[in-house]
Nanobody
Framework: QVRLVETGGGMAQAGDSMRLSCASS????????LAWFRQAPGKEREFVAG????????TYADSVKARFTISKDSVENTVYLQMTRLKVEDTAIYYC?????????????????WGQGTQVTVSS
């Protein structure tokens, strides 16, 4: 059973930067894809960014493109989400997710393993 643990959330002001981490209890294989989703109050969970473990194919939602960067550390089995130029509308619970296929999918239903989430709150 893969266990994902997100850390790094908190409070920030608009324009700030923040980095989220997602550590896995198990090693990712070349066939895995990792992604970040977020869910704001009253809204559906939405795809933010994703990357396949063995392929350099970072994919981003239009709302975060050029502001957020997803990266991976094969040694630490950790995926990061570097967020810059934060906006108030980035406020949400951010979730890390994994799927056993080597392509980035945007629907949340495509992901099998989920972390517990970390709150990111951006104020103006």
């Amino acid at each position: 059973q893969v266990r994902l643990v997100e850390t790094g959330g908190g409070m920030a002001q608009a324009g700030d930067s923040m980095r989220l981490s997602c550590a896995s209890s198990a090693s990712f294989s070349r066939y895995d894809t990792l992604a970040w989703f977020r869910q704001a109050p009253g809204k559906e969970r939405e795809f933010v960014a994703g990357v396949s473990w063995a392929i350099n194919n970072p994919t981003y939602a239009d709302s975060v493109k050029a502001r957020f960067t997803i990266s991976k550390d094969s040694v630490e089995n950790t995926v990061y989400l570097q967020m810059t130029r934060l906006k108030v509308e980035d406020t949400a619970i951010y979730y890390c997710a994994a799927r056993p296929f080597d392509n980035v999918a945007t629907p949340s239903a495509a992901y099998v393993h989920w972390g517990q989430g970390t709150q990111v709150t951006v104020s103006s």
